[in-house]
């Protein structure tokens, strides 16, 4: 009787083990179909605006900085996604898609405090502070007006052309300068072809690329080729607000090009062929202040600024 009784009770036991057993895979399926299983990493998708797609100097420069940045931190963070929205936005249209995230999450862009305030900043500058060097688009028969300038004040007193919206325009009036402003660079350049203004300051590469594209319809138009201004500017990465593991993998990148060298290299492939043919070392640059800059633009750190008094 005792050894039917422990077989009843071993035949029991193995019949529960049974039944725990199914359970537990019921229970990992369960798992498993509502989502809550170990899932695995999603990939890191960037949705750049249209200014990574644009052909000029800088926007070029800036996709394949961001290229290698996203690159660079592919074996701390994995594999990632990049697509480019085929939409052309003025800025503030874009600061707005930035906040929502779901158009674009990424652009590329000269910082003021309401873009910090609203996005996230990588604060490390694409363009190692480039954007600040301005040259001058003007009609080439009042070149020698310009080179008659000796002085920031005999410059104030010639009226120039700017954006509405661009993050550099507020910078110039706050130097006293006389701004038309218009508003887009097609606009612009018919307003100087029309000399609604006297000169068009634009960023080396900007300067080449519209003569370039405009000489066609304003056979006079040129690049002056004694005078530059600079201002100091930070154009950043940015990154959509609810991004936070795109915008920390993104600085984890550009530190890494920074601090092994790479971002120098970039930058002076880039653009050390325009900066000869345009002469900005042999020019007279007028240097402003920009008391708009964010306080935690990182001024201080020369490694990030581009000098043209500086030899490669």
């Known amino acids: 009787m005792a050894q039917m009784k422990t077989a009843i009770a071993e035949k029991s036991d193995r019949q529960d083990d049974g039944r725990g057993r199914r359970l537990v895979r019921c229970a990992l399926l369960a798992l498993g179909l509502c989502g809550c299983a170990p899932a695995a990493r999603a990939l890191d998708t960037y949705r750049g605006d249209f200014v990574f797609n644009n052909p000029d100097y800088r926007d070029r420069y800036a996709l394949a900085v961001l290229k290698a940045a996203l690159e660079a931190s592919s074996e701390k963070y994995g594999p990632f996604e990049l697509t480019v929205s085929p939409l052309i936005m003025e800025r503030d249209r874009l600061m707005q898609e930035m906040g929502k995230g779901g158009m674009v999450n990424l652009t590329a862009q000269v910082t003021s405090v309401e873009w910090e305030r609203k996005l996230i900043p990588i604060r490390i500058p694409v363009d190692k502070g480039f954007s600040g060097y301005r040259i001058f688009l003007i009609d080439g028969r009042r070149q020698a007006r310009f080179s008659a300038v000796t002085s920031l004040p005999q410059l104030k007193e010639l009226s120039m052309g700017a954006g509405r919206q661009w993050g550099s325009t507020p910078v110039l009036l706050q130097n006293g300068f006389k701004v038309v402003t218009g508003a887009s660079v097609h606009n612009l350049q018919a307003m100087l072809a029309a000399e609604r203004f006297l000169f068009f300051p634009r ?23 004694e005078l530059a201004l600079y201002m100091p500017l930070a154009r950043y990465f940015f990154v959509a607000p609810g991004e936070p593991r795109l915008a920390q993998r993104l600085e984890f990148g550009m530190r890494a090009l920074s601090a092994d060298g790479r971002l120098d290299r970039l930058f002076h492939q880039a653009y050390d062929g325009l900066i000869e043919q345009v002469g900005l070392r042999k020019r007279r640059i007028f240097r402003l202040e920009n008391p708009l800059l964010p306080p935690k633009t990182p001024l201080a750190n020369k490694a990030y600024w581009y000098d043209p008094v500086a030899r490669p």
């Open 203 to 225: 960023s080396v590469e900007e300067a080449v690329f519209e003569r370039e594209a405009y000489a066609p319809g304003f056979p006079m138009l040129a690049i002056e080729n």
